[in-house]
């Protein structure tokens, strides 16, 4: 009996040391797939959720004015990205001669440095974040072009499949090209009170030329006017417009988005011949409706605008608005 409790003793002091090999194993098999587990979620990480996209403004330009682009970018996603990092390389040009970024329409300061290549950083960039870039190069060549690549790592060049370490929007190459038609104009404007215009030289051949002044800073531009060129939608006769009495061309004008400003800018028309006695405006508001006015002569004092002045020994309409669009005299 007395050996048979001794060894009873003995099974039961071997049980705790077996246990504790079995859970030392067990505990290092869930670390092993922790581990496992971990490294899979990094390399399987979900691309966070953002658009972006950009554009030539305009898409043409003009000899002596500059090629401007846009790219915008949109997070959606609820996640908060440390730094957001973009690319613009510009080919055919000698440099950048503009470079600005807004969020959420608030302007950020020196969030881009310079030059063929232009490269911007944004901080704790957050859902529901707008933000766009703006881009003029000086063209060296017919063909200006723009690639605009947003990352969340870093800055890069290149990401063919869009699966980098990180993560990269757009990357769409754009092209401004050179026109040389004489009936257009086109660029975009970096300083305040700046021009863009087509040729000014009137004759038989060339009736009209029109030429934009006092352009806000910062925008796109472009003036045409010749015989082909024609209103958003037609002319509408009222007490005041007489649509079969135009004279001229129509000169269609956008600046910007084709918004609505509250700072006036000036259309300039010049005439081989005739003396218009007023105007036609017809553009496309805010709502995306069509809309008609009448234009008539500034008074001497306070003058209610629109309205225009008129020039004999040059003549030449100068028209005060607000408004992008199509005009015409009458």
């Known amino acids: 009996m007395a050996g048979a409790r001794s060894g009873e003793r003995e099974k039961q002091s071997m049980r705790p040391s077996t246990f504790r090999r079995v859970a030392g194993g067990f505990s290092a098999a869930l670390l092993i797939g922790a581990t496992f587990l971990t490294s899979a979620g990094l390399t399987s990480a979900a691309v966070p959720t953002a658009t972006a996209a950009s554009e030539a403004i305009p898409a043409s330009f003009s000899a002596g004015n500059l090629a401007g682009f846009r790219g915008v970018y949109d997070y959606g996603d609820?996640?908060?990205?440390?730094?957001?990092?973009?690319?613009?390389?510009?080919?055919?040009?000698?440099?950048?001669?503009?470079?600005?970024?807004?969020r959420n329409g608030a302007t950020v300061l020196n969030a881009c440095t310079g030059g063929t290549t232009v490269l911007c950083t944004f901080k704790q960039v957050r859902f529901g974040d707008h933000i766009v870039v703006t881009v003029a190069f000086t063209p060296t060549a017919d063909h200006v072009?723009?690639?605009?690549?947003?990352?969340?790592?870093?800055?890069?060049?290149?990401?063919?499949?869009?699966?980098?370490?990180?993560?990269?929007?757009?990357?769409?190459?754009?092209?401004?090209?050179?026109?040389?038609?004489?009936?257009?104009?086109?660029?975009?404007?970096?300083?305040?009170?700046?021009?863009?215009?087509?040729?000014?030289?009137?004759?038989?051949?060339?009736?009209?030329?029109?030429?934009?002044?006092?352009?806000?800073?910062?925008?796109?531009?472009?003036?045409?006017?010749?015989?082909?060129?024609?209103?958003?939608?037609?002319?509408?006769?009222?007490?005041?417009?007489?649509?079969?009495?135009?004279?001229?061309?129509?000169?269609?004008?956008?600046?910007?988005?084709?918004?609505?400003?509250?700072?006036?800018?000036?259309?300039?028309?010049?005439?081989?011949?005739g003396t218009p006695k007023s105007f036609v405006h017809i553009y496309i508001d805010g709502n995306g409706d069509p809309q008609q006015e009448f234009i008539g002569p500034c008074a001497k004092k306070s003058p209610v605008y629109p309205c225009f002045t008129w020039s004999s020994r040059t003549n030449t309409a100068t028209i005060f608005t607000y408004h992008n669009g199509s005009y015409r005299g009458q």
Request: with cysteine.
């Open 78 to 102: 609820s996640s908060t990205l440390s730094k957001l990092y973009l690319t613009v390389v510009g080919t055919g040009t000698s440099g950048s001669a503009f470079a600005g970024a807004t």
């Open 145 to 273: 072009t723009a690639t605009f690549t947003w990352s969340s790592t870093g800055f890069t060049t290149s990401d063919t499949g869009q699966n980098s370490h990180g993560d990269t929007w757009d990357g769409v190459l754009l092209t401004s090209s050179l026109s040389n038609d004489p009936d257009y104009a086109g660029g975009f404007v970096v300083g305040s009170n700046g021009t863009i215009g087509d040729i000014q030289v009137v004759s038989a051949t060339n009736p009209q030329a029109t030429r934009l002044a006092s352009l806000p800073a910062n925008v796109a531009a472009t003036v045409k006017d010749g015989a082909n060129v024609l209103p958003p939608v037609d002319c509408v006769d009222t007490t005041q417009i007489d649509c079969t009495a135009l004279i001229g061309e129509w000169s269609t004008v956008t600046v910007g988005d084709g918004q609505t400003f509250t700072t006036l800018f000036t259309v300039s028309i010049v005439y081989y011949s």
